[in-house]
């Protein structure tokens, strides 16, 4: 179950957050999570959305309206957390003041075998590193990155409750990174990852590169409503469904 929750920005509110404000976010829904009497390992959200400018490593809304999206498989789970969130008169995101205004229930998509995606917050493949210099980042197109988070899938999967009958029916897997988005990337030089902070402020490679799947309808689902790769619950690894001409459009890493 997703969903989209609307935000108002406060008269008077500066409207500033960092570029990388996962953590804020995250420290937010920890909050909230904490309120509530279900509990669950399986959830996953955004990083805020609305008009925006990007002033000197901060993010500026300039817009009144600021949206969030929340995702896990649990409805009942999803409806208090919601509701918690609804109780609460202002939200603070650093020098971003909110008031919660309305949510609407994200249609979900017709999971096949192959789907088309893009992310809404960096995808972490791999655990994250304490080496200097940082070792270099996993080339998306390889195997190991596509291997990466079909073994961080299936072991979440594991650990939610599917038996090992089921796991057995979705080793058919790959990740293909959009060509067009690549050949962009490497035409111009830039990066495919990007440095970020979990919230134990350990450093990760993060991807926002769009990809198609190829994995059993089932895992389709998984990943819609819980995220995909590492630190989900952190609000890393959220994805979106997108029409077929919209995965090459994407913004490249500076």
């Not at 899938?153 to 067009?180: C, H, K, V, W």
């Not at 490497?186 to 993060?206: A, C, L, P």
Request: charged share 20%.
């Amino acid at each position: 179950m997703r969903l989209k929750i609307s935000f108002l920005k406060v008269h008077g509110s500066n409207g500033m957050v960092p570029l990388h404000h996962q953590k804020i976010v995250s420290a937010f829904i920890d909050e909230v999570l904490r309120e509530i009497p279900e509990q669950s390992d399986l959830y996953n959200f955004s990083s805020l959305k609305g008009t925006s400018k990007v002033m000197n490593g901060q993010i500026r809304f300039l817009s009144s309206k600021v949206s969030l999206v929340i995702s896990a498989p649990d409805a009942d789970f999803v409806d208090s957390w919601i509701r918690k969130i609804f109780e609460k008169r202002l939200v603070s995101f650093a020098k971003l003041t909110l008031v919660p205004k309305s949510y609407q229930t994200i249609v979900e998509p017709h999971f096949q075998t192959i789907m088309k995606y893009v992310r809404i917050s960096p995808l972490v493949p791999d655990v994250a590193f304490h080496a200097e210099p940082p070792p270099n980042p996993l080339e998306p197109t390889s195997h190991e990155f596509s291997d990466l988070i079909f073994n961080g899938i299936l072991d979440r999967m594991e650990q939610a409750g599917y038996s090992e009958e089921q796991l057995n029916q979705y080793a058919e897997f790959e990740i293909t990174p959009d060509p067009n988005y690549i050949k962009k990337v490497q035409d111009s030089q830039k990066k495919f990852s990007r440095i970020y902070k979990n919230n134990d402020n350990e450093t990760v490679y993060g991807y926002l590169l769009p990809f198609e799947l190829h994995a059993h309808p089932d895992v389709q689902r998984f990943v819609w409503e819980s995220g995909i790769g590492l630190y989900t619950t952190q609000g890393f690894g959220m994805l979106d469904t997108v029409p077929e001409a919209a995965s090459s459009a994407e913004t490249l890493l500076p």
